[in-house]
Each structure stands twice: as structure tokens, then as C-alpha cells.
């Protein structure tokens, strides 16, 4: 826990960047001198220090095997580029190698075992390198980014109290249905051609563009909104009555997954693997990312949230990672659907506050309050202006964020 209340992954302490906003991850971690070595536990050793026969770090990596060698005798044991230092020799490694503790070999390094690795989908480490693949559906583009292969990408929104899509490139919108008011989620099932959206009084509608229903009204505090898109099922959460609800697909009648120790917010579904998550506000003032099965049960928590002030929470299926705002660290933060790659976006969002986000192929789309953006990710700038927005409802429409099997 930072300072400021914030929780951050334990392998982000010491690793020389601000993570916690306060920089109270790398308060205590001790100034690297020039010449001296941080240990993999944070600390600091000065250039005395290393080679003084005291094996201070974890690894052993401030008594490598090289320490009074020099370069001129065998390269001074060096397996690629030899510098000659006061203390000894400093073996230097080529791009796709790190150094090994003895401090004389270079070993490949795994880019794929990063927290986020720089493939969009599927990652093969090789030696001294990488290579991308893309699920089904989808193209290599780059080194590293998968485009779909097939239909072009379209944002669901509402425009001027209008629901429609947008289409990303051409950036012409498509009206689905007019006078939609306080609208405070949306949802879409691309394979019956279902649109969904709730309203601030508890009621959620549904359209075909060209019928319009009232599929279920209730109690006002609806805040997620999700489709099971294999089995035509709604869920949604409402955090009044601190529950999470499913409708069949007939649209008659409903069940509440879940209604005990439970402060749901954002809502997001992955019905390939029949899981569920969501925002949970717990005792205290203690958030958390949560995942059950889609019947409720085995519920675990896969990451804190604590003072983060999150929101807005997304998938990317084919990437299987969750994503969601920060608004303390004016960040977009990610982790995989296990619980295991969490990672921070820094940089987006340094002039307004982002209201809405949705992800697809390698891309960030979000609102703030002058409208609509877009920006790769790993590469806050150039972001692009793509259009205004009445409300901040977004969610990318796309066959391959519903994909029928296993994608």
C-alpha cells in the first residue's frame, strides 16, 4: 500500500518509477551513486561497496564473478562485451539479453514474462527475441498489434440523445434508436441484433432499431450493464440494493446472482469461460476487482483497488485482459482475466479526467468532457480527436468481442 492509499503490485517497488503518483514505492528504496547497484530487493550499494567480499544482495549480483578482472584476459571472462571498471569488468548484453547474477553471462531475456508483454495476443519468446501471433480472426499488423480481419471497428454510443454506432475510421454514426434519455449503461447482443441501455429511474430498454421494449423496471442505481452473447442473457448491477442480477433471454423473468456482502459497480462479462467480474466497494473504504462464475458462485477478489477512485471497467476478449480507469493516477490499468499482468497506462489523461473507456485491437478509446478519443497503446501521443459526446456511454461494437468459441 502506497502512502496515498493506493495498491500497487509488490514487483513495482524499488523498480525506479513513480507508480504510486506519491513516490512513496521508491521513498525508501536508497540513491544509486554513480558506479554503484541496486539489488533486486530495492536497496542501493554504493561503488565501494561492490566487490568488497561481502555478498550484500539477494542474487549475489554486488560479488559477480568478475570483480578484479580486466578485459585484456579473456575478455574478462565476459560471454559478449567486456568495459574494464575500477572494481573490475562490467559485462555489457546485446538487445534480448540480461545479465546473470555471476555477472558474466548473457542470458536471454523472456519479453514475453513482462507484465505486459509487447504482443496484443499471443507472445513466443526465442532466443534473444520475440515473435507475435493473433487469434483467430484477426491479422498480424506490425510486430506487434492484431487487427480483425473482417468488418470495421464501431463504438455504441449516444450522440444528441440518440443511440447508435459509430464507425471508428470513417467516423460516420448510424442511429439505432432516438430519445434516449439519462441513459447510465449500455449493452449490445451483436448475434440477435438486441440493443440494451438503462436509465437513472431503474428501467432497461431494449431495441432492434426498428421495436423498442421495456424489458425489466426496478428500484434507480443501475450501473452495469452486460449480455452473455452465447446464451442471450442480461446481467447488470445496482448499487442501491448492493446486488447483481441476470434476465433470461425471453426477456420474462429474472434472478439475483448475488445480494450479500456484495457493492457491485462496473459490470463485465466473458461468457467463453463463463466468468464474471466486477468493481466491488468492500468494508471500510477497501475496492476490489472481483470474479465468480456467472452463476455467482466461487467469487475471489483478483486485484485492490483501495483509493483509486476506478471505474469504467472493460474487456478486451480477445486479448483476455480487463481494463479500467483510474482517476487518482489518471490512468488506464490492466490486468489478465487471472489476475496475474497488472500494469499501468500513464499519460493519457493529463489535461481532463476520462469519464468512459472501452479497448480493442491495441487501441484506447475514451470520453472526457470535449468528447471522444483514441491513442495506441504504450504510446499516449499522438492521441486523436474523434468525435463529441453527449453522455459518456461507450463500448466497442465488434463480431470478435463476441466471439461464438474459444477465439
Not at 493516477?329 to 490492466?334: D, F, I, N
Request: aromatic share 10%; hydrophobic share 30%; with cysteine.
Amino acid at each position: 500500500m502506497c502512502g496515498n492509499r493506493i495498491c500497487i503490485p509488490k514487483e513495482l517497488r524499488c523498480n525506479g518509477q513513480n507508480d504510486c503518483i506519491d513516490n512513496s514505492d521508491e521513498g525508501e528504496c536508497g540513491k544509486c551513486s554513480k558506479g554503484g547497484i541496486r539489488c533486486p530487493e530495492g536497496k542501493c550499494l554504493s561503488a565501494e561497496e561492490r566487490c568488497d567480499g561481502r555478498v550484500q544482495c539477494s542474487d549475489g549480483s554486488d560479488e559477480p564473478i568478475t570483480c578484479s578482472r580486466t578485459c585484456s584476459m579473456s575478455n574478462g571472462g565476459c560471454s559478449h562485451v567486456c568495459k574494464d571498471e575500477s572494481w573490475g569488468v562490467q559485462c555489457i548484453c546485446p538487445v534480448g539479453y540480461k545479465l546473470s547474477p555471476n555477472g558474466a553471462v548473457c542470458e536471454d531475456f523472456d519479453e514475453c514474462a513482462a507484465a505486459f508483454p509487447p504482443c496484443v495476443h499471443h507472445c513466443t519468446n526465442t532466443i534473444g527475441s520475440y515473435f507475435c501471433h493473433c487469434r483467430e480472426g484477426f491479422e498480424l499488423s506490425g510486430d506487434t498489434t492484431c487487427q480483425a480481419s473482417i468488418n470495421a471497428t464501431q463504438l455504441l454510443m449516444v450522440q444528441r440523445n440518440t443511440l447508435g454506432l459509430l464507425n471508428v475510421k470513417s467516423l460516420q454514426f448510424n442511429a439505432i434508436k432516438a430519445s434516449v434519455f439519462e441513459p447510465v449503461a449500455s449493452a449490445y447482443d451483436i448475434a440477435r441484433g438486441w440493443y440494451y441501455w438503462a436509465d437513472g429511474g431503474g428501467s432497461i430498454y431494449k431495441t432492434n432499431g426498428r421495436s423498442s421494449w421495456t424489458t425489466f423496471t426496478g428500484k434507480p442505481g443501475i450501473k452495469g450493464l452486460a449480455c452473455d452473447w452465447l446464451n442471450g442473457y442480461l446481467f447488470w448491477t445496482n448499487q442501491k440494493t448492493e446486488s447483481i442480477y441476470m434476465q433470461s433471454n425471453d426477456g420474462k423473468s429474472f434472478t439475483t446472482l448475488l445480494n450479500k456482502n456484495v457493492r457491485p459497480s462496473e459490470l463485465a462479462l466473458l461468457p467463453i469461460e463463463s466468468l464474471m467480474f466486477w468493481i466491488n466497494e468492500g468494508p471500510g473504504d477497501r475496492v476490489t476487482l472481483e470474479k465468480s462464475w456467472m452463476d455467482g458462485s466461487d467469487r475471489s477478489t483478483l486485484t485492490v483497488l483501495t483509493a483509486q477512485i476506478a471505474h469504467s471497467l472493460t474487456t478486451d476478449v480477445a486479448a483476455r485482459r480487463l481494463y479500467w480507469i483510474s482517476d487518482l493516477k489518471m490512468s488506464v490499468e490492466t490486468v489478465k482475466v487471472d489476475g496475474t499482468g497488472r500494469y499501468s497506462f500513464i499519460g493519457l489523461f493529463n489535461k481532463r479526467p476520462a469519464l468512459s473507456l472501452a479497448v480493442f485491437e491495441g487501441m484506447f478509446f475514451w470520453t472526457d468532457e470535449k468528447g471522444l478519443w483514441q491513442a495506441p497503446q504504450g504510446q499516449p501521443n499522438p492521441r486523436k480527436f474523434l468525435s463529441k459526446t453527449d453522455f459518456p456511454l461507450l463500448s466497442v461494437y465488434h463480431e470478435l468481442q463476441q466471439p461464438k468459441g474459444t477465439l
